[in-house]
């Protein structure tokens, strides 16, 4: 891989947004757009005439198709827990599996610091991530959603002569567009309340109600919707979907964590997550808090045993929960572990 001299680099920079246009991995049309858009995170939803799925379907949207929204509308035929419809064109979309997004492009870094790293954010509904090596040239693998979070740690020339980043994923190494991605400043990630002692925080999820409530001397101070564990059928020899009950603690905090199965060139329809975000362990099988970009779905079991919450909820929580953290230390580690914040789980 070839490295920019500064010269190439701020001629590449340049360039950079005029290239949009034109720009051969670019997956949707080139446009600033801040309107309501959503994004199909499954295989395939319906429209309705009416907000309700007893009404007659009118069309099919499929996977990662956009679809404009025109108005939210709260439907007395439910589903209770999730009572949102979205008016889109010809009818209605339930937005269970629909997630807003945005068009969003950023101008790209200059430079890295020698050794560290940047968290970076997704802006756009889905970014084609590609891989590099001199047999091969450029090949395309996953491709990374709206709202999910990446370690880079390099600047390169990418196939579309704009700058583009090296992506840090346990997995393997591959690259992104650094127009579809904003790097997250420190004063977004600080902590939040750090003085409280670590005995005066507590975190109660009731799977009842699908919420959770974060406490400081016993006052609520943080409350939110979320999806836990749902009842999939149990292969032998694995771990049971449902969420645990109990009392725990949070042992590990990570800002990005790719689940899955670790496979680079996955299809769209594998099991395969890369840079969920805002993550937070409480049990020695693998089951945390995270933000969630495949679902808007939140109030009813959704996950794998997980606890699935909105991004931005379960960056509240990162920056909440303990064991602490400084956003500088975010330039080199990429966990923080220790005793943390008690977790009550019960129905």
């Given at each position: 891989m070839t490295r920019l001299s500064r010269r190439d680099f701020l001629k590449l920079s340049g360039l950079a947004i005029g290239a949009l246009a034109f720009s051969p991995v670019l997956p949707f049309s080139f446009r600033f757009d801040d309107s309501t858009l959503g994004r199909v995170t499954t295989t395939s939803v319906s429209v309705y005439k009416e907000p309700n799925d007893k009404s007659p379907i009118v069309m099919t949207y499929y996977r990662d198709e956009l679809v404009q929204i025109y108005e939210e509308v709260h439907s007395p035929d439910g589903p209770a827990h999730n009572p949102v419809?979205?008016?889109?064109?010809?009818?209605?979309?339930?937005?269970?599996?629909?997630?807003?997004?945005?068009?969003?492009?950023?101008p790209p870094l200059s430079s890295l610091p020698e050794g560290t790293r940047q968290l970076v954010e997704v802006t756009v509904p889905y970014t084609q991530a590609y891989q590099y090596s001199k047999r091969y040239g450029w090949r395309p693998n996953l491709r990374l959603y709206y709202d999910s979070v990446h370690w880079i740690d390099a600047i390169a020339e990418g196939p579309d002569g704009t700058p583009w980043y090296r992506v840090f994923d346990v997995v393997g190494t591959y690259y992104l567009s650094s127009l579809h991605v904003r790097p997250i400043p420190h004063e977004e990630l600080?902590?939040?309340?750090?003085?409280?002692?670590?005995?005066?925080?507590?975190?109660?999820?009731?799977?009842?109600?699908?919420?959770?409530?974060?406490?400081e001397y016993d006052q609520p101070v943080f409350q939110a919707k979320i999806s836990s564990g749902a009842k999939y059928p149990r292969k032998p020899g694995t771990i049971s979907t449902i969420t645990p009950t109990g009392t725990f603690r949070i042992s590990e905090k990570q800002p990005s964590v790719h689940m899955g199965n670790g496979n680079l060139f996955a299809d769209i329809n594998d099991y395969e997550l890369p840079g969920v975000a805002w993550v937070l362990y409480f049990t020695e099988y693998g089951h945390a808090f995270h933000g969630t970009y495949w679902h808007d779905n939140f109030g009813a079991p959704?996950?794998?045993?997980?606890?699935?919450?909105?991004?931005?909820?379960?960056?509240?929580?990162?920056?909440?929960?303990?064991?602490?953290?400084?956003?500088?230390?975010l330039n080199t580690k990429y966990y923080f572990r220790g005793l943390g914040t008690a977790v009550r789980i019960f129905y």
């Open positions: 419809w979205y008016r889109v064109w010809r009818g209605y979309l339930h937005r269970a599996r629909l997630q807003r997004v945005k068009i969003l492009f950023n600080g902590p939040i309340s750090p003085d409280v002692p670590l005995e005066k925080k507590r975190i109660d999820v009731n799977l009842t109600t699908q919420t959770l409530i974060a406490y959704m996950s794998r045993g997980c606890i699935n919450m909105r991004t931005p909820e379960a960056l509240w929580l990162f920056r909440w929960a303990m064991p602490g953290h400084q956003a500088s230390d």
